[in-house]
């Protein structure tokens, strides 16, 4: 045996003792010895750097007593006895001494971390640019340069956003264990390793180092729950110029499968998701995680990314992902970093001498445009400073930019040139003329129609559905819940029996529209549906059925609903969690339960002692005070929502209506018109202030935002129905007629529509 095999059994075996009382977890200092390569790989990559203890070689930052003010708040940043602290505000205000605990990421910007009295590690607003100083770098940014931050602000850096325990710990550390206590609110938060190491995806090493000790160490038997296979094989056949993937290699070691577990391992951390219960990297991804759908505001209209959304979502979309490759295709696992430079990554499926030529890219040989992912994977500048790109890998389409508004590749080089130049040179693409030159022919123009609430593209919905990758027919099927049909209805029906996980989870989410009754019929056989995420999502759709459960039924809804009460305690130590918490206890308790509604109001109450300054607890907290008749305090919460986010429609929305049940309707006008106007503001809105408008006798002012309203949101019934109304009013007979043939074209058959149409005949 050699000194180092010697050496590296002798570590592992010492660790195995030291750590029994981990679950198994070693350390990656114990893989050391015997996997080489991996080792140095990982201490060479992003993961190993991410969260360091503070020292002149990790800390980037400038602390030679810097200071720096950024909204009104002054701190200095400085070192004292070779340690590094910041004077800045605390979450009162006033200035305090802060030791720096941790660096948190060093490539683009670093981060600082924290620790509060309550075990909390928080990370500060302002981060290092650690970017070269001709690139802008080597300087102090605020975060959000854009809001106007001060303690009372959600994003203040004491706040539960910037949060390690509940935001950072888990992706970026091993074998994390929160610790969080609700009776002290208080975190004791432990690691084994400060940062991802080897059994972040492989799971724990104990039983792999108890076979290789006793010499029983075997590619079939390695003890590890997740090791990679071969997976997917790739090969060109004749007259092909792009790759094949040929059936996958026999598991036979009991590993991991390329592709599916690398989704579970991977995607785990690499995906906007809200966690439904703890898990191991085997673990299959939709019994841990509920994935966020390509949802308005992460996604634009086309799935493009547009929030911070962390690739699996737009990996999902793909051919490439559909044709089974997977993450360490293209990425070295260990070190994070790409497997070959520039093209050679994409040259490995698709042949260098048709696609990596002027010919397809038209752009000088070698030059930043003729890069396949300046292309098909443009950048998206997060925090600041740091790029990230598109893993949807899809084809710039110039129609759909022009009529959807969403990013155009060819912009972020040709930022000077005009839509005509682009459309122009985009014509000398072998594939721009087989793209449709109407957007009508992409499924994106759909979802941005689903979006504004168009009830006519309900039907094409349906159809639409059919042939998209499961994470775009899932977003669509789910957009259905606001079109409730005999044909939505159906649709769901079929899909609820999807093998995909995502499709039957949207399907469920789908008939949130419909009757309790029907709801419950169809989606009580759910219930016991083979993945976590997908009875999730039964539970929040049957939430409130209890009295129509049948006696034979108690148990396994019973069942559920303790299954969904255990996700929510999962987040528990966060303004979210206990936001789910009052809402579950809310909706099981109906309006007689007084034990739920207390339960609730204790929800309600520590979502805002964890997040004082959390808008959605803040407007369902006063909604809730006042349906139980606390009108009150359910006014000094609006007070205080308008105060943090008077930007935001549904606050300005809820401070009228609350103007308008006290009779204030004067008052109220001039909220519920900053609602309607506002870029987040939604069809009800507009019809609130169009009903308030009239009944302070300014009829033509109503029909003027209704009129508005109908080209912003068209095809909304209530507001055609109300629009006609006030015409006919107003007797405007002739502009109502044309708004009534609109709504003959929504509701065919209506009596409602056809009773106004004898009516004005009539006149």
């Known amino acids: 045996m050699s000194f180092r095999s ?71 940043l400085f070192q004292r006895e070779g340690d590094y602290f910041i004077d800045t505000a605390n979450r009162t205000g006033d200035s305090q001494t802060f030791k720096i605990d941790y660096t948190f990421g060093f490539s683009p910007l670093q981060q600082y971390l924290v620790t509060l009295e309550d075990g909390r590690v928080q990370a500060l607003n302002i981060a290092w640019d650690s970017r070269s100083k001709s690139d802008g770098g080597q300087r102090w940014f605020h975060l959000q340069p854009d809001e106007d931050i001060d303690p009372e602000h959600p994003f203040f850096w004491t706040g539960h956003f910037n949060n390690w325990n509940s935001n950072c710990a888990n992706c970026h550390s091993t074998n994390l264990q929160k610790n969080y206590s609700q009776e002290s609110n208080s975190y004791a938060t432990t690691w084994g390793d400060i940062n991802v190491a080897c059994e972040s995806c492989h799971g724990p090493a104990e039983k792999h180092v108890g076979l290789a000790n006793s010499g029983q160490l075997s590619a079939a038997k390695n003890g590890f729950e997740t090791f990679k296979t071969a997976g997917v094989q790739w090969r060109f ?15 036979s070691a009991g590993g991991m499968v390329a592709g599916v577990d690398e989704i579970n391992a991977c995607g785990s951390c690499h995906s906007r998701r809200m966690t439904l219960a703890p898990g191991k990297p085997s673990d ?39 044709q089974g490759v997977t993450c360490s295709n293209c990425h070295n696992p260990h070190s994070g970093k790409l497997i070959a430079q520039g093209n050679a990554v994409c040259s490995q499926c698709h042949q ?3 696609f990596d030529q002027a010919k397809h890219h038209q752009h000088p040989q070698g030059s930043e445009g003729a890069q396949c992912v300046s292309c ?9 400073v740091d790029e990230r790109r598109d893993h949807s890998f899809s084809v710039p389409n110039l129609s759909t930019h022009k009529d959807l508004e969403t990013p155009l590749a060819c912009a972020k080089c040709h930022d000077d040139k005009d839509t005509a130049w682009v459309k122009k040179s985009s014509a000398l693409w072998d594939n721009w003329p087989k793209q449709a030159d ?33 994470i775009i027919a899932a977003t669509l099927l789910q957009q259905l819940a606001d079109f409730p049909s005999r044909l939505s209805v159906e649709t769901a029906q079929k899909q609820l029996q999807s093998d995909s996980p995502l499709l039957r989870r949207a399907a469920v989410t789908s008939l949130a529209g419909v009757a309790s ?18 009875r999730h999502e039964v539970a929040v759709q049957l939430m409130d059925a209890s009295p129509l459960v049948p006696a034979e039924e108690r148990v396994a809804y019973q069942r559920l609903m303790d299954e969904y009460l255990d996700t929510l305690l999962h987040t528990q130590d966060t303004p979210s969690g206990q936001l789910s918490l009052a809402q579950f206890y809310s909706r099981q308790g109906g309006p007689n339960n007084q034990g739920s509604h207390s339960a609730a109001l204790k929800a309600y109450k520590n979502a805002l002692r964890f997040g004082p300054s959390y808008v959605p607890t803040l407007i369902n907290f006063a909604d809730f005070n006042r349906q139980i008749g606390r009108d009150a305090e359910a006014r000094v919460l609006l ?30 006008l001039p909220y519920l018109k900053e609602a309607f106007e506002l870029p987040t503001g939604q069809p009800r809105y507009a019809y609130v202030y169009a009903i308030a408008l009239d009944n302070q006798r300014q009829l033509k002012e109503a029909i003027a935002v209704l009129e508005t309203a109908n080209k912003r949101w068209p095809n909304q019934t209530d507001l055609l129905l109300t629009l006609v109304r006030y015409l006919e009013k107003n007797n405007e007979i002739n502009k109502a007629y044309r708004y009534l043939s609109d709504l003959s074209r929504i509701a065919p058959g209506s009596p409602q529509v056809s009773q106004i149409l004898e009516r004005l005949q009539a006149r």
């Open 6 to 76: 010697a050496l590296s059994l002798l570590l592992c075996s010492f660790v195995s003792l030291a750590a029994a009382a981990s679950d198994g977890y070693l350390g990656a200092e114990s893989c050391a010895g015997c996997h080489e390569q991996a080792y140095s790989d990982w201490q060479a990559s992003d993961h190993f750097k991410a969260m360091q203890r503070p020292t002149k070689d990790s800390v980037l930052g400038d602390f030679n007593n810097v200071e720096v003010n950024f909204h009104g708040i002054s701190s200095r």
């Open 237 to 251: 056949t004749p007259g092909d110029s792009i790759a094949n993937p040929v059936q996958d290699v026999e598991n």
């Open 284 to 322: 299959d991804y939709h019994d841990k995680h509920r994935l966020r759908l390509l949802d308005e505001g992460l996604y634009f209209p086309d799935g493009q990314i547009q929030d911070e959304v962390f690739v699996l979502g737009s990996f999902l979309q793909s051919k490439m992902h559909e």
């Open 352 to 354: 260098s001498d048709v």
């Open 376 to 384: 098909h994977m443009p950048e998206r500048t997060y925090m600041g």
């Open 438 to 470: 109407s957007y009508s022919q992409h499924w994106g123009s759909v979802n941005a129609a689903a979006r504004r609430g168009d009830r006519l593209v309900s039907k094409t919905l349906t159809t639409v559905i059919g042939g998209q990758a499961d």
């Open 517 to 534: 009754q029907t709801r419950w019929q169809l989606l009580a056989s759910m219930m016991s549906d083979s993945h976590l995420s997908v």
């Open 639 to 668: 007070d205080k929502a308008l105060k943090i986010a008077p930007d935001s429609a549904g606050v300005q929305h809820s401070y009228g209506l609350m103007l308008i049940r006290e009779a204030q309707y004067a008052q109220a």
